[in-house]
């Protein structure tokens, strides 16, 4: 049983930049793919990042990519999401989740974290 914990969200200024972690106890990270998801106040959840075990696959939802930069330590069983250029529009809840294979159907992710909450002001 894998379980993941987030943590580093907070309120930050539009503009400002945030990193969360995602720090797993139990078995090692290092055969899961790993993704972030959020959801903010009356929406639905939705996929932000992902990388591959090793690292070598990546891929961005549209609205982050350029802003946002996921990174795995496998030595650290820990899995990254650095945030710049924050909006309001980023605001919401951020789950880590570990899943099989590479995807970004929140689905397809079998543990989850219990979320951290990023806020951003303007």
């Known amino acids: 049983q894998v379980q993941l914990i987030e943590s580093g969200g907070g309120l930050v200024q539009a503009g400002g930049s945030l990193r969360l972690s995602c720090a797993a106890s139990?078995?090692?990270?290092?055969?899961?793919?790993m993704g972030w998801f959020r959801q903010a106040p009356g929406k639905e959840r939705e996929f932000v990042a992902q990388?591959?075990?090793?690292?070598?696959?990546?891929k961005y939802a549209a609205s982050v990519k350029g802003r946002f930069t996921i990174s795995r330590d496998n030595a650290k069983n820990t899995v990254y999401l650095q945030m710049i250029s924050l909006n309001p529009e980023d605001t919401a809840v951020y789950y880590c989740?570990?899943?099989?294979?590479?995807?970004?159907?929140?689905?397809?992710?079998?543990?989850w974290g219990q979320g951290t909450q990023v806020t951003v002001s303007s």
């Open positions: 989740a570990a899943a099989p294979g590479i995807t970004s159907r929140g689905y397809e992710y079998d543990y």
């Open positions: 139990g078995p090692t990270l290092s055969s899961y793919a």
């Open positions: 990388i591959s075990w090793s690292g070598g696959i990546i």
